[in-house]
């Protein structure tokens, strides 16, 4: 700066614009974590993807399959969300039906019985080998892992 005019030559002015451009580039690296790193975690064991829609025990007392027909098990879903309410599922599967899950939701529900909060983990799954495949959430308590494909 020049203190006779109080403006900036160009030099002192060059200067500072580089200054403050390299200020931003080191805020920015850091911020975005590029620099000052850790040592990267070990990634978690990666969840199984792959398994069969079951009518367990738990899956039947939530409410989450039932039997068609009378006799065939089902598995019951929503395509746009998870849910525990009867009557907010709009799509079934039979039970055995092979899915990858592509997806996976972790929320609170309420349990009717003892009318507590509790932790469930939702899949969105994809059915395998169907002409027509259409995704859905299901509750993990109605999903059997395939142990082969574990990693």
Do not use: Y
């Amino acid at each position: 700066m020049d203190h006779t005019t109080g403006r900036w030559s160009g030099t002192a002015a060059h200067r500072a614009w580089r200054a403050c451009l390299l200020v931003g580039v080191v805020l920015l690296l850091s911020g975005c974590g590029l620099l000052g790193r850790d040592a990267p975690e070990a990634a978690p064991a990666a969840p199984v993807n792959t398994g069969l829609l079951t009518c367990t025990e738990i899956c039947a007392a939530r409410g989450q399959c039932g039997a068609r027909d009378g006799r065939i098990k089902v598995i019951l879903g929503n395509t746009a969300a998870p849910v525990v309410e009867p009557g907010q599922h709009d799509i079934f599967f039979d039970e055995g039906t092979a899915v990858t899950v592509t997806s996976r939701w972790n929320r609170q529900v309420m349990l009717l019985a003892d009318d507590a909060r509790q932790p469930a983990q939702f899949l969105q799954v994809q059915p395998q080998g169907l002409a027509l495949p259409r995704s859905a959430w299901v509750a993990e308590w109605c999903f059997t892992p395939d142990p082969q494909a574990a990693p």
